[in-house]
């Protein structure tokens, strides 16, 4: 009965662990037909952001070519920077963004801000808008941040969709075990449990 109870315990617990990793994707859905919010501001699933003049976020149309590759509304910066964070001040990871830009002539920057202040940056061509059309980013490095900004600077304008983020995955407070040390401990009763049956 002990060994059952231990080995349920067990397969729950990895279970849990393996379903909590699940990618946030921010689509902009949360909006309405057209919203045009210059100096404004935009939260959806926990994720904050906060752009300058110039910033709409809308419903693009399917007759205007800049829209090639987008199927929802997207976050359009218009030589502008936008910043990005979790509810509490939490830790994510920034993982790709669908995006173009008008004009190719300046990189869009993208800067990762941890923690300690400390940060990591990127200066990336994106797709131009209308041919090739929107084009997924991805990202190496930018995790556990606390915020995240982008400038479209020097740009005619640039449009963003589809954010992923995961949850970081900072250390976990003192006193509160890690789940790779739970898991550890899990798996080590479930020998004893097993030994001990084959003993008796």
Do not use: H, W
């Not at 800049?66 to 920077?81: A, C, I, K, R």
């Not at 940060?119 to 131009?128: D, G, K, R, S, Y």
């Amino acid at each position: 009965m002990l060994n059952k109870t231990l080995m349920s315990l067990c397969v729950g617990f990895c279970i849990s662990i393996s379903g909590a990793a699940q990618a946030t994707v921010i689509d902009f859905d949360d909006t309405t037909g057209f919203l045009s919010v210059g100096n404004g501001s935009y939260s959806e699933d926990g994720f904050n952001f906060s752009f300058g003049p110039g910033s709409y976020i809308f419903e693009g149309s399917s007759s205007n070519a800049n829209f090639n590759g987008f199927s929802s509304p997207v976050l359009e910066l218009d030589n502008t920077t936008a910043s990005i964070v979790r509810d509490g001040g939490a830790l994510f990871d920034f993982n790709s963004v669908l995006t173009v830009q008008s004009g190719n002539t300046v990189p869009l920057i993208f800067t990762g801000i941890f923690a300690d202040n400390s940060t990591i940056v990127a200066n990336i061509f994106a797709p131009e808008a209308q041919v090739p059309g929107a084009g997924v980013l991805s990202f190496l490095g930018f995790d556990n941040l606390k915020e995240l900004q982008i400038s479209s600077v020097g740009n005619g304008f640039a449009l963003y969709d589809n954010f992923t983020f995961d949850a970081g995955s900072a250390p976990p407070p003192t006193g509160v075990p890690a789940p790779g040390g739970l898991l550890l401990l899990g798996f080590g009763l479930v020998g004893m449990g097993l030994k001990r049956r084959s003993i008796g």
